[in-house]
């Protein structure tokens, strides 16, 4: 290779350099024939065969200069990923050539590039990272928090007089709407039952009906998200349930399928362990990578996040595609709009980018080596047919230096992990804190609604992971 090409890198400002390539002359040499040939064969000749048309008549017909420009082009191309092989160049954008001079047979041709590079960004501190990790055996207020999620598929209600709606109540309403002058068929009904703090509907609604008496109409308009006009609503509350949630003890634990209350917690308690073996070495990875990537002095360039937000976007619509899921009905079963998908996209990217120049910065400190071996073995990992062809294939396309960087990354990932200082919480007890400390103001009645907020919250952590 260096006998076909010898180039210099010189760097510039906003992390580019300028690249300097000089191609031998047998290369160009080389590629000037191999365009006369393609010529020759593409455009017909009268009185000649394909393939078989002296230079002269093609230089005739077609111009000796397009055929060199041609040739200049073509050897640009072929050459610029060798000189990026060749340097251990990771660019963000299309090359800016800054010569046009043509090739000329038989010499040695230099061109020059402006190219835009991955930057070598510094750390605020190479020490292990300090993160915060979920106990890794299961916790008793994370089995209680499993079992409330079981209590909330066996409730039942109770018919609640003497008072209004409050937060949490199910209530059967009679409504009738229109928008724009219209009926709204979907929201007239005589009955239907509304179960309130689920944010079924925009959140005025919930509010307009907290302090309705049951026999009660009250007329108010709401605003749906991403609907400019307001819908006009006349509800009339018809009766108000509340929840109520069974007790813990053995009889609960036989309607559930088990023995006893001893049993059901022992098998809560294994299926908490699978599913912490499954999921904390991930969010170990993730912890780490976040605290890592707010050490970066400096930010990723622009060029780089696109790149990790093209990324993210083609995994993300690939995986609607395989599930059969439009991206419309994604939106709105999260109740989100496009703008906010995309704002909450390019964070993720942003974020990754950064990340990744964190574990670069690494890699280059603690001076990690990627070997032959470690390449083989990328090659050679579990569902490749042919190992030794895809590598051919990336040696000729010279990108094995996007395997050398991932290889050096995952290094630097392994040191992260292996040397991180884990301190175990609780998120399940900090949740119930956080309960206790927002209903420590109310007064004794405000026990049932505890139970009824904690249900609550266990019913949308349930509704999240389904």
């Not at 043509?102 to 041709?109: F, I, P, Q, S, T």
């Not at 199910?170 to 005589?190: C, H, N, P, R, Y």
């Not at 042919?386 to 050398?404: F, H, I, S």
Request: hydrophobic share 35%.
């Amino acid at each position: 290779m260096d006998k076909i090409v010898s180039t210099t890198v010189e760097k510039l400002e906003e992390n580019s350099v300028k690249l300097s390539v000089t191609v031998s002359a047998e290369e160009v040499t080389r590629c000037i024939n191999d365009e006369y040939k393609t010529a020759s064969t593409k455009y017909r000749f009268n009185g000649f065969r394909p393939g078989k048309v002296p230079r002269n008549v093609i230089d005739n017909l077609i111009g000796k200069e397009v055929i060199f420009a041609d040739a200049t082009n073509n050897l640009i191309d072929k050459i610029y990923p060798m000189v990026l092989d060749i340097e251990n160049l990771t660019v963000l954008d299309k090359p800016e050539l800054l010569n046009t001079d043509l090739v000329h047979k038989d010499a040695d041709y230099s061109f020059q590039l402006k190219v835009s590079v991955k930057p070598e960004l510094e750390l605020t501190s190479y020490e292990p990272v300090e993160i915060e990790m979920p106990a890794a055996e299961p916790t008793e207020s994370e089995i209680n928090e499993q079992v409330d999620m079981l209590r909330n598929y066996y409730f039942t209600y109770e018919d609640v007089e003497g008072r209004p709606v409050q937060d949490g109540d199910t209530v059967a309403i009679k409504m009738e709407s229109e928008k724009e002058g219209e009926k709204v068929d979907a929201l007239t009904f005589d009955e239907r039952n509304f179960e309130l703090g689920k944010d079924y509907m925009p959140k005025e609604f919930d509010e307009n009906l907290i302090g309705m008496n049951i026999g009660e109409t009250k007329k108010f308009d709401i605003t749906f998200d991403g609907d400019s006009a307001q819908t006009s609503c006349e509800v009339t509350i018809n009766s108000i349930r509340t929840k109520l949630l069974p007790e813990v003890n053995d009889e609960f634990a036989q309607t559930c399928g088990f023995d006893d209350l001893a049993t059901l917690t022992a098998r809560v308690r294994e299926s908490i362990a699978m599913q912490k073996g499954s999921t904390l070495p991930r969010i170990k990875e993730q912890e780490c990578l976040d605290a890592i990537g707010k050490r970066l002095i400096g930010e990723a360039p622009e060029a780089m996040i696109n790149i990790s937000f093209g990324d993210l976007a083609q995994r993300f619509f690939n995986s609607l595609q395989q599930q059969g899921i439009t991206f419309d009905v994604y939106l709105s079963q999260r109740g989100i709009t496009a703008d906010e998908f995309q704002g909450d996209l390019q964070a993720q990217a942003k974020d990754i980018a950064n990340q990744n120049l964190a574990l670069d910065a690494i890699a280059r400190k603690l001076a990690f080596e990627v070997t032959e071996e470690d390449i083989d073995k990328e090659f050679n990992a579990p569902g490749i047919e042919d190992p030794a062809a895809l590598r051919k294939e990336w040696e000729d396309d010279y990108r094995l230096g996007e395997v050398r960087e991932a290889i050096a990354r995952n290094k630097a990932i392994e040191w992260l992990l292996e040397t991180a200082i884990v301190t175990e919480v609780d998120p399940s007890a900090a949740k119930a804190e956080e309960v206790k400390a927002e209903e420590k103001p109310a007064k004794k009645k405000a026990a049932k609604k505890t139970t009824k907020k904690a249900a609550e919250k266990v019913q949308d952590s349930e509704k999240s992971e389904e």
